[in-house]
C-alpha cells in the first residue's frame, strides 16, 4: 500500500505515513477549508468545497468522477487532489517513498 508525507508550502513534514484518503483529508482542510464529496444526478460525484474562514458557500470544483460507487468515486478524487499541482505552495503530498528518495540525494549532495 502506498503511503503519503504532507509537506507544508516551506517544505515542513506536517505528517507521514497517511493513506490516501488521509492524505487528500490533509490537503482538502487545511487553510480553514472543508469539503464534502456529493453525488450528482447522472450517478457519478463531484468534490465540493468551502473556506469558512473566508466565510465562503460551498463551491463545485472540477474533482469527479462518473463512478457510481462512492468508494471507488472518493478514491478516484482523492487521488487526483494528491496528484494535482493546484495546491502546490500551500501543502502538498508526496508518497513516503519518494520523500524517503528526497532525502537520500540531499544526503548525498552534502557529503
Known amino acids: ?10 517544505g515542513e513534514v506536517q505528517a507521514q505515513g497517511l493513506t490516501l484518503t488521509e492524505a487528500a483529508h490533509e490537503i482538502l482542510t487545511s487553510d480553514s477549508r472543508e469539503y464534502d464529496v ?3 444526478d447522472d450517478g457519478g460525484f463531484t468534490l465540493w468545497t468551502r ?31 494528491v496528484l ?12 513516503d517513498e519518494a520523500y524517503a528518495e528526497m532525502l537520500a540525494q540531499g544526503a548525498e549532495d552534502e557529503e
Request: contains cysteine; hydrophobic residues 30%; aromatic residues 10%.
Open 1 to 10: 500500500m502506498t503511503t503519503y508525507t504532507i509537506l507544508s508550502g516551506e
Open 38 to 40: 456529493r453525488q450528482d
Open 51 to 81: 473556506q469558512q474562514v473566508a466565510n465562503r458557500g460551498w463551491e463545485m470544483t472540477t474533482f469527479f468522477s462518473t463512478n457510481s460507487d462512492r468508494k471507488q468515486a472518493e478514491d478516484e478524487i482523492f487521488t487526483a487532489i
Open 84 to 95: 494535482s499541482p493546484r495546491f502546490r505552495g500551500h501543502c502538498e503530498a508526496i508518497t
